[in-house]
């Protein structure tokens, strides 16, 4: 088994969600980058995450803001089922990366 978080990040500009400008819509490469290293960095290094976005972009219909939903999918690097003790390292590495994606990459999160 895998565990799957999602988080929706609030876009900055006016573009549909194709846009390089990672002001603008951030690239799941980039976000894919910062899952590797919050991975990396954990006592449980069998833990892998990829990330997808999921959807498409969400408009606010109150406000007209609009978000992206991005999906983050833990398992362990050699497909083995995640037991008690890896699911709650992958939620202490979804938390660094949740904060890491605020404090170093400026996206506000949802």
């Known amino acids: ?3 799957t ?3 929706s990040i609030w876009l900055t500009g006016e573009n549909d969600g194709d846009s390089s400008d990672e002001s603008v819509v ?5 976000l894919q980058a910062v899952a590797n290293q919050c991975c990396g960095e954990s006592e449980m ?3 892998q995450c ?3 976005t999921a959807g498409v972009v969400n408009v606010q219909s109150s406000t007209g803001r609009r978000s992206q939903l991005y999906s983050f999918k833990y ?3 050699d497909g083995s089922n995640m037991g008690g003790a890896s699911r709650a390292a992958a939620k ?3 938390a660094m990366l949740r904060k890491r994606i605020v404090d170093k990459c ?3 999160v949802r």
């Open 1 to 3: 088994f895998s565990l």
């Open 5 to 7: 978080i999602a988080i």
């Open 26 to 30: 951030p690239a799941t490469k980039t």
């Open 45 to 47: 290094r069998e833990i």
């Open 50 to 52: 990829t990330v997808e």
């Open 75 to 77: 398992g362990m690097s």
């Open 92 to 94: 202490a590495i979804h």
């Open 106 to 108: 400026g996206y506000f």
